[in-house]
C-alpha cells in the first residue's frame, strides 16, 4: 500500500515548504524507498500557465507538458521521482473538473457540495499520482494554514487518513518561530496557535519542523512539544541555512528527520549515504575558481521569476569546481544606458525565456554585445529569437527583422507563429503552448553535439513562435549554425555561431532537467566557456 506525507505551513507563506518536501523525498530515496511528489495550490487559476512570473514566479514545465509551480523544479532537482501532469493541481482544476462533470449530468439529483464532492474529488487527485503500491506519496499544500482557501484541502487530508490503514499517513507542518531582536527571544506562540488551528480541523500534526533565524533551544521544544501535543523527539530545526539551499536535507538528516518518519510510517529502509551530496557542499562552499553570469532579463527584481536558470547556473558551477556570481540585469536598463555599462565584466551572458514585448531591445543589444565582444552568449528560447532576430539585422542585413510576437508587420519575420497555434492566439490561451518534452537531433561537430555527447536529445518547450525556416539559407551562409533540428517536424531547435568562442541558442529549457548532482551538460559548457573567458580577460580567475 502507498504512503503519504502530508506538508502543511503556518505562520506565515515563502517558509520554504518546497525545500522541505524535496529535502524529505531526497532523504526518503536516500534510504531506498521509492518517493513520488506533489504540489497543491488553492489559488483558482487551473495551472500557473497564464500567470505572471511577476504573480507566481517561474511555470516550471514537465516532461509530459504540464505548467506546474516552481516548488516541482526542487522536487525534481532533489529527487529522481518523474514528475507528471498529476503531480500539480489547484483549487482551480478541482472545481473545473466538478463543474465539467456537473454538467455532464453525473451528480444527476445531487446538491453538489464542499463537503462531499469538493473533498472527494481533492482526494481522488492525491491518490491519482501512485503508480505504484510502494510508492512514497509527499503532497505539499500550498499557502498557510488559516486560509479561507486551503480548507477543503485539509479537510481532504484529514479525511484521507481515515481510510488507510495504520502507520500510512503522517502529517508534518512547517512554520516560524519569530526571532525578537531586542528582547533576544525565539518566540513559539505563532507557531501554538498555527498547530491550534490545524488541530480545530482534526488534524494533529506528527512532526513539526521550526523555520528559525537562531538555534532553538531545549525550552523552544519543549514548550512546543507540551502545546502542540508532540512528542519532544518529533520537534525539528531548520535553521536559516549559510551558503546553499542544497544544505536542507543534510541538516534535516543530522537531527535524525528521516529516521523518525521512516519508524512513524513503518517503512525501513537503510541508512542513507550521503556522500555524494556532502561532496557537491564541499565544492559549493569552496570552490576553486569563479566567473561572473549576466541573466539579462524581464523580472530579473524577482528572484523566483529565473528559479530553474539560477540553480541550472549554480549545477554548471559545481560541475567545473567554480562559483558562478549572477548579475541580474534588467533589459530596460540595456535599452536606457547600453550594453557595455551593464555587461562590461560579465563572462558569460545568458537571456533566458519570456513573453511580451517590454525590454526586447534590451534583449537584442546583449546578444549583439556578446557576439561582437566574443563573451560567451547561453539564449534559452526567447534568448534564442532575441539572438535570431539580432544576427538577422546585423549580420545578415535583414532590415526591420523581428518576431511576429512584436512587430506583426515586420519586413523580416525571422521569427514566427507556429502553424498551429494560429487558431489560439487570443482566444484560448491556458495550455496551448508548444509544451512539454520533444526529441532534437544535433549537428555532428557542433557545439550542442560537444556538450552532450550524443546526437539524440529530448528537451522541454513552452512557446508559440519559432525560427522561421523560410530564413534558413539567409542565416547558414552568414555563419550561423542550425545546430539542433526536430526529427519529427521541420522546426529548428538549436542555432549557434561559427566564428565565436561559445553562442549557442536553444528553443527549448534545458534549466528544468538541470541537478546539482548532474549539471545539464549545456549549462555545464557555458560555464566553461565563462571561465575561459575570464582566464583571457583581465580578472584573474579567483574567488
Ligand atoms: N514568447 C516566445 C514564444 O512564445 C518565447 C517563449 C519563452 O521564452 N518561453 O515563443
Given at each position: 500500500?502507498?504512503?503519504?506525507?502530508?506538508?502543511?505551513?503556518?505562520?506565515?507563506?515563502s517558509?520554504?515548504?518546497?525545500?522541505?518536501?524535496?529535502?524529505?523525498?531526497?532523504?526518503l530515496?536516500?534510504?531506498?524507498l521509492k518517493?513520488t511528489?506533489?504540489?497543491?495550490?488553492?489559488?483558482?487559476?487551473?495551472?500557473?500557465?497564464?500567470?505572471?512570473?511577476?504573480?507566481?514566479?517561474?511555470?516550471y514545465v514537465?516532461d509530459?507538458?504540464?505548467?506546474?509551480?516552481?516548488d516541482?523544479?526542487?522536487y525534481?532537482?532533489?529527487?529522481?521521482?518523474?514528475?507528471t501532469?498529476?503531480?500539480?493541481?489547484?483549487?482551480g482544476?478541482?472545481?473545473?473538473?466538478?463543474?465539467?462533470?456537473?454538467?455532464?449530468?453525473?451528480?444527476?439529483?445531487?446538491?453538489?457540495?464542499?463537503?462531499?464532492?469538493?473533498t472527494?474529488?481533492?482526494?481522488?487527485l492525491?491518490?491519482?499520482?501512485?503508480?505504484d503500491?510502494?510508492?512514497?506519496?509527499?503532497?505539499?499544500?500550498?499557502?498557510?494554514?488559516?486560509?479561507?482557501?486551503?480548507?477543503?484541502?485539509?479537510?481532504a487530508?484529514?479525511?484521507?487518513?481515515?481510510?488507510?490503514?495504520?502507520?500510512?499517513c503522517?502529517?508534518?507542518?512547517?512554520?516560524?518561530?519569530?526571532y525578537?531582536?531586542t528582547?533576544?527571544?525565539?518566540?513559539?506562540?505563532?507557531?501554538?496557535?498555527?498547530?491550534?488551528?490545524?488541530?480545530?480541523?482534526g488534524?494533529?500534526?506528527?512532526?513539526?519542523?521550526?523555520?528559525t533565524?537562531?538555534p532553538?533551544?531545549?525550552e523552544?521544544?519543549?514548550k512546543?512539544?507540551?502545546?502542540?501535543?508532540?512528542?519532544?523527539?518529533?520537534?525539528?530545526?531548520?535553521?536559516?541555512?549559510?551558503?546553499?539551499i542544497?544544505?536542507?536535507?543534510?541538516?534535516l538528516?543530522?537531527?535524525?528527520?528521516?529516521t523518525?518518519?521512516?519508524e512513524?510510517?513503518?517503512?525501513?529502509?537503510?541508512?542513507?549515504?550521503?556522500?555524494?551530496?556532502?561532496?557537491?557542499?564541499?565544492?559549493?562552499?569552496s570552490?576553486?575558481?569563479?566567473?561572473?553570469?549576466?541573466v539579462?532579463?524581464?523580472?530579473v527584481?524577482?528572484?523566483?521569476?529565473?528559479?530553474?536558470?539560477?540553480?541550472?547556473?549554480?549545477?554548471?558551477?559545481i560541475?567545473?569546481?567554480?562559483?558562478?556570481?549572477?548579475?541580474?540585469?534588467?533589459?530596460?536598463?540595456?535599452?536606457?544606458?547600453?550594453?557595455?555599462?551593464?555587461?562590461?565584466?560579465?563572462?558569460g551572458?545568458?537571456?533566458?525565456?519570456?513573453f511580451?514585448?517590454?525590454?526586447?531591445?534590451?534583449?537584442?543589444?546583449?546578444?549583439?554585445?556578446?557576439?561582437?565582444?566574443?563573451?560567451?552568449?547561453f539564449?534559452?528560447?526567447?534568448?534564442?529569437?532575441?539572438?535570431?532576430?539580432?544576427?538577422?539585422?546585423?549580420?545578415c542585413?535583414?532590415?526591420g527583422?523581428n518576431?511576429?510576437?512584436?512587430?506583426?508587420?515586420?519586413?523580416a519575420?525571422v521569427?514566427?507563429?507556429?502553424?498551429?497555434?494560429?487558431?489560439?492566439i487570443?482566444k484560448?490561451?491556458g495550455?496551448?503552448?508548444r509544451?512539454g518534452?520533444?526529441p532534437?537531433?544535433?549537428?555532428?561537430?557542433?557545439?550542442?553535439h560537444?556538450?552532450?555527447?550524443?546526437?539524440?536529445?529530448?528537451?522541454?518547450?513552452?512557446?508559440?513562435?519559432?525560427?522561421?525556416?523560410?530564413y534558413?539559407?539567409?542565416f547558414?551562409s552568414?555563419?550561423?549554425?542550425?545546430a539542433?533540428?526536430?526529427?519529427?517536424?521541420?522546426?529548428?531547435?538549436?542555432v549557434?555561431?561559427?566564428?565565436?568562442p561559445?553562442?549557442l541558442?536553444?528553443q527549448?529549457?534545458?534549466?528544468?532537467?538541470?541537478?546539482?548532482?548532474?549539471?545539464?551538460?549545456?549549462?555545464?559548457?557555458?560555464?566553461t566557456?565563462?571561465?575561459?573567458?575570464?582566464?583571457?580577460?583581465?580578472?584573474?580567475s579567483?574567488?
Amino acid at each position: 500500500m502507498p504512503k503519504y506525507i502530508f506538508v502543511t505551513g503556518g505562520v506565515v507563506s515563502s517558509l520554504g515548504k518546497g525545500l522541505t518536501s524535496a529535502s524529505i523525498g531526497m532523504l526518503l530515496e536516500h534510504r531506498g524507498l521509492k518517493v513520488t511528489m506533489q504540489k497543491i495550490d488553492p489559488y483558482l487559476n487551473v495551472d500557473p500557465g497564464t500567470m505572471s512570473p511577476f504573480q507566481h514566479g517561474e511555470v516550471y514545465v514537465t516532461d509530459d507538458g504540464a505548467e506546474t509551480d516552481l516548488d516541482m523544479g526542487h522536487y525534481e532537482r532533489f529527487t529522481n521521482c518523474k514528475l507528471t501532469k498529476a503531480s500539480n493541481f489547484t483549487t482551480g482544476r478541482v472545481y473545473y473538473n466538478i463543474i465539467n462533470k456537473e454538467r455532464r449530468g453525473d451528480y444527476l439529483g445531487k446538491t453538489v457540495q464542499v463537503v462531499p464532492h469538493v473533498t472527494d474529488e481533492i482526494i481522488r487527485l492525491i491518490r491519482a499520482i501512485v503508480q505504484d503500491e510502494n510508492d512514497i506519496v509527499i503532497s505539499e499544500l500550498g499557502g498557510t494554514v488559516g486560509d479561507i482557501e486551503g480548507l477543503p484541502f485539509l479537510e481532504a487530508i484529514r479525511q484521507l487518513r481515515l481510510d488507510e490503514p495504520p502507520n500510512s499517513c503522517l502529517y508534518i507542518h512547517l512554520t516560524l518561530l519569530p526571532y525578537l531582536k531586542t528582547s533576544g527571544e525565539l518566540k513559539t506562540k505563532p507557531t501554538q496557535h498555527s498547530v491550534g488551528k490545524l488541530r480545530e480541523i482534526g488534524i494533529q500534526p506528527d512532526i513539526i519542523i521550526c523555520r528559525t533565524q537562531v538555534p532553538m533551544q531545549q525550552e523552544h521544544r519543549e514548550k512546543i512539544s507540551l502545546f502542540c501535543n508532540v512528542r519532544k523527539e518529533a520537534v525539528f530545526e531548520e535553521k536559516d541555512v549559510d551558503y546553499s539551499i542544497y544544505e536542507v536535507p543534510m541538516l534535516l538528516h543530522r537531527q535524525g528527520l528521516d529516521t523518525m518518519i521512516a519508524e512513524l510510517l513503518d517503512l525501513g529502509g537503510s541508512e542513507p549515504d550521503l556522500t555524494k551530496w556532502q561532496e557537491l557542499l564541499e565544492v559549493v562552499k569552496s570552490p576553486s575558481q569563479m566567473c561572473k553570469v549576466a541573466v539579462v532579463g524581464k523580472y530579473v527584481e524577482l528572484i523566483d521569476a529565473y528559479k530553474s536558470i539560477y540553480e541550472a547556473l549554480g549545477h554548471g558551477g559545481i560541475a567545473n569546481d567554480a562559483r558562478v556570481e549572477i548579475k541580474r540585469i534588467r533589459s530596460e536598463d540595456i535599452e536606457h544606458m547600453g550594453a557595455e555599462a551593464n555587461l562590461h565584466d560579465a563572462d558569460g551572458i545568458l537571456v533566458p525565456g519570456g513573453f511580451g514585448e517590454r525590454g526586447i531591445e534590451g534583449k537584442v543589444l546583449a546578444a549583439r554585445y556578446a557576439r561582437e565582444n566574443e563573451i560567451p552568449y547561453f539564449g534559452i528560447c526567447l534568448g534564442l529569437q532575441v539572438a535570431v532576430v539580432e544576427f538577422a539585422r546585423n549580420v545578415c542585413g535583414l532590415e526591420g527583422a523581428n518576431s511576429t510576437e512584436f512587430d506583426k508587420a515586420s519586413p523580416a519575420p525571422v521569427i514566427s507563429l507556429l502553424e498551429e497555434q494560429k487558431e489560439f492566439i487570443g482566444k484560448k490561451m491556458g495550455g496551448t503552448m508548444r509544451l512539454g518534452a520533444y526529441p532534437c537531433v544535433l549537428e555532428k561537430g557542433s557545439r550542442a553535439h560537444a556538450a552532450y555527447g550524443t546526437t539524440e536529445i529530448s528537451e522541454r518547450h513552452r512557446h508559440r513562435y519559432e525560427f522561421n525556416n523560410a530564413y534558413r539559407e539567409a542565416f547558414t551562409s552568414s555563419g550561423m549554425i542550425l545546430a539542433g533540428l526536430s526529427p519529427v517536424r521541420d522546426l529548428v531547435e538549436i542555432v549557434e555561431i561559427a566564428n565565436h568562442p561559445w553562442f549557442l541558442a536553444v528553443q527549448f529549457h534545458p534549466e528544468f532537467k538541470s541537478k546539482p548532482t548532474a549539471a545539464h551538460p549545456l549549462f555545464t559548457a557555458f560555464v566553461t566557456a565563462a571561465l575561459a573567458h575570464r582566464k583571457d580577460s583581465e580578472h584573474p580567475s579567483q574567488v
